[in-house]
């Protein structure tokens, strides 16, 4: 999973990007600007752990988050359209939205003002994009329905919206999937508070914005946050409570970041290691088996499926199967939250 972190110059993006990885990326307007930063972080979840001590496994695998700190633009752009094909490789959009006062600009800062430009931004480079393609299909035949849909997503912009709030079929999607198209990526809003503004309620006209937009928000103070970070592991979270912030910028935005993409964790394990797998809610397992290993998704034959919570009651397989707990199921399944699962495939 990759999240690209965006935002205009001098929203504290890097500072949020070592928050969320523990990294020291040079942060300031002086900041190397030619590459992006790249930071991964494992997912936590403890039932890795449990199920590596039940079954004395040395080699647990967390899910992990690439993170793509992203330069802005020129001429206050949150976009460089220089490196979009690096933009287009985020699975998901985290923009940081600077709502604190900054010595370093001229301007007071506004979080409205800032989500609606580079909303705009994300709507301009997909109609470039859009328009290139309509020349094209100009000159091609038989690309009808092809056609049919990019004017409908050049409609849709048009009429001020995003992609994401545009539905498409399946086979629609994957049409769709090869653009990359910006406004179409899940966004998720950081809001880089002040100091002085930590727990303070949002204002109503951005809630509402928020909301008619259904765009994700979370408030974030990059600072302290980062500074959170060089303190010893027993520390910080003694300190955040001060502040009245109940866990880390990490764990915080991890969760934020599976609801946006509505993620969930099934759960498997062989000889010498067990290992979570990210997925969409609401994936089959023969998806889950590709997931895995593109064998398993070819050759699928069923799926052995315990649950988390019976494997840590019953404390084994062979107990499950006995109380009715391991099910055997096939390839429509729809894989659970916390589902232990072992494939049988043949190819």
């Known amino acids: 999973m990759k999240i690209g972190i965006v935002g205009f110059p001098g929203s504290g993006k890097t500072t949020i990007f070592n928050a969320l990885t523990g990294l020291k990326a040079q942060t300031g307007p002086h900041a190397d600007e030619g590459k992006p930063h790249l930071g ?20 647990i695998t967390h899910v992990e988050i690439i993170f793509m700190d992203l330069a802005p633009g020129d001429n ?4 460089d359209l220089n490196k979009i094909n690096q933009i287009k490789e985020a699975d998901a959009l985290a923009q ?15 979080p409205l003002k800032e989500i609606r430009d580079f909303e705009a931004e994300l709507k301009l ?25 990019i004017e409908r997503c050049k409609a849709f912009i048009e009429g001020e919206q995003p992609l994401r709030l545009l539905s498409f079929s399946e086979e629609e999607g994957r049409m769709l999937s090869g653009f990359g198209f910006l406004s179409q990526k899940p966004l998720l809003i950081l ?18 914005y928020l909301a008619k937009e259904r765009i994700e928000a979370a408030p974030f103070c990059g600072k302290v946050e980062m500074e959170v970070g060089d303190l010893p ?61 593109s064998d398993m998704e070819r050759g699928f034959i069923r799926a052995e499926v315990v649950h988390y919570n019976d494997f840590v ?35």
């Open 40 to 59: 991964v972080i494992k997912v936590p979840d403890k039932r890795l752990e449990t199920i590596g001590a039940m079954l004395k496994l040395k080699k």
């Open 96 to 110: 940081v939205v600077r709502c604190f006062a900054d010595p370093f600009s001229q301007t007071p800062f506004s």
């Open 313 to 347: 009651q019953y404390g084994s397989e062979a107990k499950c199967r006995e109380a009715g707990k391991l099910r055997l199921e096939g390839k429509e399944y729809i894989v659970q939250d916390g589902d232990i699962i072992r494939f049988r495939f043949h190819v």
């Open 233 to 293: 592991e027993d520390d910080r979270l003694e300190f955040l409570k001060e502040l009245g912030i109940n866990e880390s910028a990490r764990d915080r935005f991890i969760r934020s970041c599976y609801a946006l993409l509505e993620l969930i964790s099934f759960l498997t394990h062989n000889e010498s290691e067990v290992r979570a797998w990210s997925i969409r809610r609401g994936t089959s397992a023969l998806k889950a088996a590709g997931k895995v290993h």
């Open 191 to 208: 809001l880089n508070l002040g100091e002085g503004d930590i727990g303070k309620p949002l204002s109503r006209e951005l809630i509402d």
């Open 125 to 149: 480079t997909d109609l470039a994009v859009i328009e290139n393609r309509l020349n094209r299909l100009k000159k091609e035949k038989g690309r009808g329905h092809e056609k049919e849909l």
């Open 76 to 79: 206050e752009r949150a976009l």
